[in-house]
């Protein structure tokens, strides 16, 4: 038997959370979700359940308390978090910061779709290139 999948998704802001849960829940209907306004938010959340990590994390770059790029240097050099692969999930889309970001450890590189079908697309490609 196999486990169910689990995904954390960072970000601050609720609609892109709530669009982004719908679309998970149409492509991975089993799936766990699990939320975090901010990248300081998630590290306690992962803490407390270090045992039971997600198989994924999509994070947003612009956030309070903890931005997703501190948030992707203290994952990566935590030994029990340094292997979950990082999408990142943001409105950006400069290749400076992409590759900045790649160099840093992030995985996957997911700029916000408008649409619901085109987001369920890159989630996809998401998932797969990075190990569905």
Do not use: Q
Request: hydrophobic letters at 40%; proline letters at 5%; a negative charge.
């Amino acid at each position: 038997m196999t486990t169910a999948k689990k995904i954390m998704i960072v970000d601050d802001d609720e609609d892109d959370i709530d669009f982004f849960t719908e679309a998970v829940a149409e492509i991975l209907p089993t799936c766990k979700l699990v939320t975090a306004s901010n990248g300081e938010e998630a590290l306690e959340k992962l803490d407390e359940h270090i045992d039971t990590p997600p198989n994924w994390i999509f994070m947003d770059l612009n956030m309070p308390r903890m931005n997703g790029k501190i948030c992707l240097i203290k994952l990566k050099t935590n030994p029990k978090l340094r292997d979950i692969p990082i999408i990142i999930y943001t409105t950006s889309s400069h290749l400076k910061e992409k590759e900045e970001l790649f160099k840093m450890g992030a995985s996957y590189f997911l700029t916000k779709s408008s649409t619901f079908d085109a987001l369920k697309k890159e989630i996809s490609k998401a998932l797969f290139a990075c190990g569905l």
